[in-house]
């Protein structure tokens, strides 16, 4: 077979020989798919089906299915060169990803339950554009974190000989979230409550409208379903949140069943905002969350005193001290008119190394956006806008996040477009480069 | 129509001000001629429509309905030229400028640095018209950096430009 050809001297690897048995649950999953999706049709087939019949069914359909995970197992391979990682699969399409080290934005390393239990992990690259079929899934969970370490020092710009050797970073404990925080924390939170009061209500006024079953059946259980995510899923996601920091970047671990490791190299981050809802202020509590583009994940830290928060973002975007909530301008006042109540929650502030803006009233969130990151500003002003000499300003970042200066005087977000551009374009003359050891 | 003051940004001396004055450029009458073609077919069409139907068959006097799709076109042929001028784009050293709308204005600063891709596209009818749009892609897709309507040559020399500026520029995400 013409599959191991090696070119120009790159040494193509296998993914884990786990990798198969998570590739024949498929036609299973056809299977229990065309079930659930039309059951009448699937129920009168199982009772056509006879002890014979089954027996043989089972007899194709387990080889057809073991014969199918070891061959995409077979055809997929991947190997690192000194600029890129190359990814080909495919037994019938024939896909060949490359992967360009120094563009990566973060690298995620997954362990979900079972494959804890079995020893391995996905590795994916975020680069933008990639998706699900980009990941390496799977890798021993040794060698994932070998691979990690080797990629980040690729993309970091050591030399390719010594890429081998660099081994993984040392690491820095910033922030450890305790479980009790985090439980009292979603305890605190109105969506964990509006959805169980949901759950609880909304089944028993359709048990009292209609004395169907079914109906309510097929309505409690996704509603409780949201409730688990929201409340019990969140924890267990958020469990034991650690952001770390190392040479290489940002390192976030987190999860109690499923173990997610996640890796954002330095400057990769395209906007911060820190969020607090009403029931949090009381005991000084945010929630960060961050934008890297191409990557998922959004938290930065489920929950954490203000001033810890604060110390963290400063770490996470250099030379940026968060400005004080006395250091935001208001709307002015004739705004009211625009957006009544709404106005007295926006906000604004410049400073020399980000564009600060706030929204909201009862859950307050100011988003950061460094200069450096600002791919393009904008200003519009409605008609309504118009009358009261008003405009609002917007900042587009990398990450595909757009964060808005609502309700700034017409004169001023004039000013504030144009100066906005240009410290956008200065911003990025003192920026890291894109291989930060280099 | 005088669509508010993009001054400069006040950031530092004279010269500063002096190179940073936009200096702006509307669009070329071949987008309104297409536009109006447009509106008066379709809404032409439209009135013969809402003029025959009811006046063959419910009676003559049903057919002023017609003059519902012939108010809108008047009103679309004013509406299309006030548009039409309200778009305009600028290049500056360093960004450029696009301004459009009348009611909902909204001005559009974009750095040449920051552009990932310039597009040049024209479908069939605006390639009959001899036109084309220039279209900037940043790496944020909520960029809606377009310019319609610009004479072929106009919208060449505008990609190779702003190419050009932005590989001189170039900066990453």
Not at chain 2, 2 to 17: C, H, I, K, Q, V
């Amino acid at each position: 077979m013409s599959t191991t050809e090696p070119r120009e001297e790159v040494t193509e690897r296998r993914l884990h020989p786990v990798t198969p048995l998570r590739r024949a649950w498929a036609p299973v999953a056809v299977l229990v798919g065309w079930a659930v999706h039309d059951p009448d049709q699937a129920q009168r087939q199982l009772t056509r089906l006879t002890t014979t019949t089954l027996l043989i069914g089972l007899a194709v359909l387990i080889p057809a299915a073991a014969l199918y995970g070891f061959l995409t197992w077979w055809f997929t391979h991947f190997a690192v060169t000194d600029t890129e990682l190359r990814i080909r699969t495919g037994l019938l399409f024939r896909r060949t990803a490359h992967i360009r080290l120094e563009r990566v934005q973060a690298i995620d390393v997954t362990q979900p339950l079972l494959a804890r239990v079995a020893g391995v992990a996905k590795l994916k690259l975020d680069v933008i554009g990639t998706d699900k079929k980009d990941e390496l899934a799977f890798l021993g969970a040794d060698e994932a974190r070998a691979l990690r370490a080797e990629l980040l020092a690729r993309a970091a710009g050591f030399a390719p000989e010594t890429a081998h050797e660099v081994g993984e970073a040392p690491s820095r404990q910033l922030l450890r979230v305790p479980p009790g925080v985090l439980a009292v924390s979603l305890l605190l939170t109105g969506a964990t409550w509006g959805t169980l009061v949901a759950a609880v209500v909304v089944p028993t006024l359709l048990w009292l409208a209609t004395h169907n079953l079914w109906t309510v059946l097929a309505t409690a259980l996704p509603l409780l379903g949201a409730a688990g995510a929201s409340s019990v899923g969140r924890f267990v996601g958020e469990y034991d949140w650690t952001v770390a920091e190392s040479p290489d970047g940002l390192r976030i671990d987190h999860g109690l069943l499923d173990r997610a490791h996640e890796t954002v190299p330095p400057g990769r981050v395209q906007t911060v905002r820190i969020v607090e809802p009403l029931l949090w202020r009381g005991r000084g509590w945010v929630r960060v969350e961050l934008d890297v583009a191409g990557s998922s994940n959004s938290v930065l830290l489920p929950v954490a005193p203000r001033e810890i928060a604060e110390s963290v973002v400063a770490r996470v975007l250099p030379g940026v001290t968060v400005p004080a909530r006395s250091s935001l301008s208001r709307p002015p006042r004739r705004s009211w008119r625009c957006r009544p109540l709404w106005w007295r929650g926006y906000g604004l502030v410049v400073t020399d190394a980000v564009f600060a803006a706030r929204h909201g009233l009862l859950r307050r969130s100011l988003a950061l956006v460094p200069h450096a990151k600002v791919q393009s500003v904008r200003l519009t002003q409605g008609p309504w806008q118009r009358v009261w000499r008003v405009a609002d300003v917007r900042v587009d970042t990398g990450a595909n996040k757009t964060v808005t200066a609502r309700l700034r005087d017409a004169d001023e977000a004039a000013r504030l477009l144009h100066a906005q551009a240009e410290r956008s374009r200065t911003g990025r003359r003192d920026a890291r480069p894109d291989r930060w050891m280099a | 129509m005088e669509t508010g003051s993009p001054g400069d940004a006040g950031t530092a001396g004279a010269t500063e001000a002096a190179r940073d004055e936009p200096v702006w450029t509307g669009l070329p009458p071949g987008l309104l001629r297409m536009r109006r073609l447009l509106l008066v077919v379709w809404l032409g069409l439209c009135a013969l429509a809402a003029g025959l139907l009811p006046g063959l068959f419910a009676g003559p006097v049903w057919a002023v309905f017609a003059l519902l799709p012939l108010a809108l076109m008047v009103w679309g042929w004013v509406m299309l030229e006030r548009n039409w001028r309200s778009w305009r784009y600028a290049e500056r050293a360093d960004d450029l400028l696009i301004s459009r709308g009348v009611l909902w204005r909204e001005e559009t600063v974009v750095p040449y640095g920051r552009m990932q891709l310039v597009e040049v596209t024209s479908g069939p009818v605006e390639r009959h018209f001899g036109l084309a749009s220039v279209q900037l892609h940043t790496a944020a897709a909520a960029t809606d950096a377009t310019i319609p309507g610009l004479d072929p040559a106009e919208a060449e020399r505008l990609r190779d430009r702003l190419t050009e500026l932005g590989e001189a520029r170039s900066a990453g995400l």
